[in-house]
C-alpha cells in the first residue's frame, strides 16, 4: 500500500516532557511536510523537506526541531511540550516541491498536553 | 504575505440544494489555488485545485473558477448529497522566492448536509 503513514496515533504527555512523531511516506515523493491543526481546526504548516534538505521553515518555536534521515522519513520532536503544543500534527509528501504539487496527507497524531 | 479568507465556518444545507462555500486569497506572486476535503477522523485530501490555463476543474461534482480578478475561487456544486459532509479547506501555494512552495490554508469551511 502506498501512503503517508503516521506514529503514533495518539500520544498524552506532561507539560516539560520530549516528544517524537514518526512519519513516513512510500510514495515515492521527493518533498515532504509537517503541519499542525489546532482545537479550531485551523491548519499552519511548520517545516517542508525536499530531499532531506529543509526548505521552510514557518516561526515555530525552537522546541520544535523537524529530522529527516532520508527522503521518505520526516519525524518530529518536540523538547519540551507546553499546553499550547496540544493538536494535531499532520504529516504531507508531495512529487516535487513546486506550487503546483498534490499535497498527500497522513492521518495525523493528536497530541494531547496536561 | 500570502493569505486565504473563508468567510464562512459553518454551512449547513438541505441535501439536494446547490453549495456554494467563499474563498479569497491575497498573494504577492501569481498562486495556485486547491480546495481541500477532511472527512471526520480522517486525512485531508485534494479535491480541486485551479489550472494555469483557466479551465474550471470539476471532480466529484464540485467545481471551482479561478477569478483573478476578484481573487476569488469559491467551491460550488448543483445538489448537495449527505456524503459531503466535511470540513473544507481552501489553500493557496506560491513559489516565494528561495522558500519553496508551501500551502496556506484558509479557516476551514464545516459542510453539513442534512436529509
Known amino acids: 500500500e502506498t501512503a503517508v503513514f503516521q506514529t503514533p496515533n495518539y500520544h498524552v504527555t506532561q507539560v516539560g516532557n520530549e516528544v517524537s512523531f514518526n512519519c513516513k511516506q512510500t510514495l515515492g515523493h521527493d518533498t515532504m511536510y509537517w503541519y499542525k491543526q489546532d482545537s479550531k481546526k485551523l491548519l499552519k504548516i511548520m517545516f517542508s523537506y525536499n530531499n532531506k534538505q529543509l526548505i521552510v521553515n514557518e516561526t515555530v518555536p525552537r522546541r520544535f526541531s523537524p529530522q529527516s534521515s532520508d527522503k521518505a522519513h520526516l519525524n518530529l520532536r518536540i523538547k519540551s511540550v507546553e499546553p499550547e503544543d496540544s493538536a494535531v500534527y499532520l504529516c504531507?509528501?508531495?512529487?516535487?516541491?513546486?506550487?503546483?504539487?498534490?499535497?498527500?496527507f497522513g492521518p495525523g497524531t493528536r497530541l494531547t498536553v496536561l | 504575505g500570502d493569505s486565504v479568507t473563508q468567510t464562512e465556518g459553518l454551512v449547513t444545507l438541505t441535501e439536494g440544494l446547490p453549495v456554494m462555500l467563499n474563498c479569497t486569497y491575497q498573494s504577492t506572486y501569481s498562486p495556485f489555488l486547491f480546495w481541500y476535503v477532511q472527512h471526520l477522523n480522517e486525512a485531508p485530501k485534494l479535491l480541486l485545485k485551479?489550472?494555469?490555463?483557466?479551465k474550471r476543474p470539476e471532480h466529484q461534482g464540485f467545481h471551482a473558477t479561478l477569478h483573478k480578478s476578484s481573487s476569488s475561487f469559491h467551491l460550488q456544486k448543483s445538489s448537495a448529497q449527505l456524503s459531503d459532509s466535511a470540513l473544507y479547506y481552501c489553500a493557496l501555494s506560491a513559489l516565494n522566492n528561495n522558500a519553496g512552495a508551501k500551502l496556506t490554508f484558509g479557516g476551514g469551511t464545516r459542510l453539513t448536509v442534512r436529509p
Open positions: 485551479s489550472f494555469t490555463d483557466n
Open positions: 504531507a509528501s508531495s512529487s516535487d516541491w513546486g506550487a503546483l504539487y498534490e499535497q498527500y
